[in-house]
Nanobody
Framework: QVQLVESGGGSVQAGGSQRLSCTASGRTFSTFAMGWFRHTQGKEREFVAAISWSGITYYAAAMKDRFTISKDTAKNTVYLQMNSLKPEDTAVYYC?????????????????WGQGTQVTVSA
């Protein structure tokens, strides 16, 4: 079982930036994909971005031009750099792993979730 610990998040004004971090333990990081999902009250949890063990990146269409996912294998950590934030990006962001990726999207069917970190973007 993978354990995931997130950091980052908080409040920012529209147009600003934030970076989220997620550190994994309990399993060899280099063998699986990790990523981010987000949940807004009243909506289903949605895929944001993911990165495979080999460095292939996946993005939801709405975030592709503003968010960047990266990893530091030595630190077992994945980062989500979020730029040009909009009020509609306000959500609880969850790290997840391992993920299954197909096409342009990834899914957490049997993996772990982090505890979630709140990102609030004010207009």
């Amino acid at each position: 079982q993978v354990q995931l610990v997130e950091s980052g998040g908080g409040s920012v004004q529209a147009g600003g930036s934030q970076r989220l971090s997620c550190t994994a333990s309990g399993r060899t990081f280099s063998t699986f994909a990790m990523g981010w999902f987000r949940h807004t009250q009243g909506k289903e949890r949605e895929f944001v971005a993911a990165i495979s063990w080999s460095g292939i990146t996946y993005y939801a269409a709405a975030m592709k031009d503003r968010f960047t996912i990266s990893k530091d294998t030595a630190k077992n950590t994945v980062y989500l750099q979020m730029n040009s934030l909009k009020p509609e990006d306000t959500a609880v962001y969850y790290c997840a792993a391992p993920l299954e990726c197909s096409g342009s999207e990834c899914y957490n069917t049997h993996g772990s979730w982090g505890q979630g970190t709140q990102v609030t973007v004010s207009a």
